[in-house]
C-alpha cells in the first residue's frame, strides 16, 4: 500500500499571508489527524477527522482549521499568517476503533516558513 | 485523561552499548502504546506497538519494549546500539485520543 502523502513538502510564505496544506491518508485509512512541531514546543495535536467530522481537537487559535473529503483526503487551513507558524506540519493516518484508534502513520510532513 | 512522560530528554550511548528510553504513561481506561522513531526532516516511523498479550514487544532495527502495567512504564531498549540509531524517539498512548510524549533525542557515539 501507498503511505501517507504531504503537499507540497517544503513552503514559504509572508506574515499576513494564508496557506494550505494537503494530505492523502492510506487508502482504507479513515481518520486523519494534524500535528505541529516546532524545536520549542515538541509535537502538539491540531486536531483529527473521521469521516468528514472533527473529532478532536487540540489548543490552537481558530485560524488553524481543517476539513477532510468524502475520499478521506484532508486539508489544514492556516490564515493570517504568523511568524511562530513556522513549523514542520505532520499528517497521520489510522483505522478507527471505537471512540480511539489503532496505531497511526505519518507522512513526511511539510516544512512551512514564515517570513 | 491520558498523558505520556519521557523521563530522559537526551541521551549518549556509545556504539555497541546497550540502551534503554524511559516512557511511562497515566490512564484511567486500557491503552494501546507505541514507540516511534523520527529521523532528520521526516515524518515519525512506527517502531513497534503494544496492543494486547504478552507485555515483551519486538520492533524493527532490533528494539523492543516491556509494558509493565503495574508501573505503567512501557520502556524502550535495545542491546547494541548503532549510529544509525541516532535520532528522536517519541513514546505514545492510546485511549480515545493519541497523545505523545516530549522525545527522546539518542546520539550514537562512535
Known amino acids: 500500500k501507498a503511505g501517507v502523502t504531504q503537499t507540497p513538502r517544503y513552503l514559504i510564505k509572508t506574515r499576513g499571508q494564508q496557506v494550505t496544506l494537503s494530505c492523502s491518508p492510506i487508502?482504507?485509512?479513515?481518520?486523519v489527524s494534524w500535528y505541529q512541531q516546532t524545536p520549542g514546543q515538541g509535537l502538539q495535536f491540531l486536531f483529527e477527522?473521521?469521516?468528514?467530522?472533527?473529532?478532536n481537537k487540540g489548543n490552537f487559535p481558530g485560524r488553524f482549521s481543517g476539513r477532510q473529503f468524502s475520499n478521506s483526503r484532508s486539508e489544514m487551513n492556516v490564515s493570517t499568517l504568523e511568524l511562530g507558524d513556522s513549523a514542520l506540519y505532520l499528517c497521520?493516518?489510522?483505522?478507527?476503533?471505537?471512540?480511539?484508534?489503532?496505531?497511526?502513520?505519518f507522512g513526511p510532513g511539510t516544512r512551512l516558513t514564515v517570513t | 485523561a491520558q498523558s505520556v512522560t519521557q523521563l530522559d530528554s537526551q541521551v549518549p550511548v556509545f556504539e555497541e552499548a546497550p540502551v534503554e528510553l524511559r516512557c511511562n504513561y497515566s490512564?484511567?481506561?486500557?491503552?494501546?502504546l507505541f514507540w516511534y522513531v523520527q529521523y532528520p526532516n521526516q515524518g515519525l516511523q512506527l517502531l513497534l506497538k503494544?496492543?494486547?498479550?504478552?507485555?515483551l514487544v519486538k520492533g524493527i532495527n532490533g528494539f523492543e519494549a516491556e509494558f509493565n502495567k503495574s508501573q505503567t512504564s512501557f520502556h524502550l531498549r535495545k542491546p547494541s546500539v548503532h549510529i544509525s540509531d541516532t535520532a528522536e524517539y517519541f513514546c505514545?498512548?492510546?485511549?480515545?485520543?493519541?497523545?505523545f510524549g516530549t522525545g527522546t533525542s539518542l546520539t550514537v557515539i562512535p
Open positions: 497521520a493516518s489510522s483505522l478507527v476503533r471505537g471512540k480511539g484508534s489503532y496505531e497511526q502513520y
Open positions: 487508502s482504507g485509512h479513515r481518520s
Open positions: 477527522y473521521f469521516s468528514e467530522t472533527q473529532r
Open positions: 490512564s484511567s481506561v486500557s491503552v494501546y
Open positions: 503494544y496492543l494486547s498479550g504478552s507485555t
Open positions: 505514545a498512548v492510546t485511549g480515545n485520543q493519541f497523545y
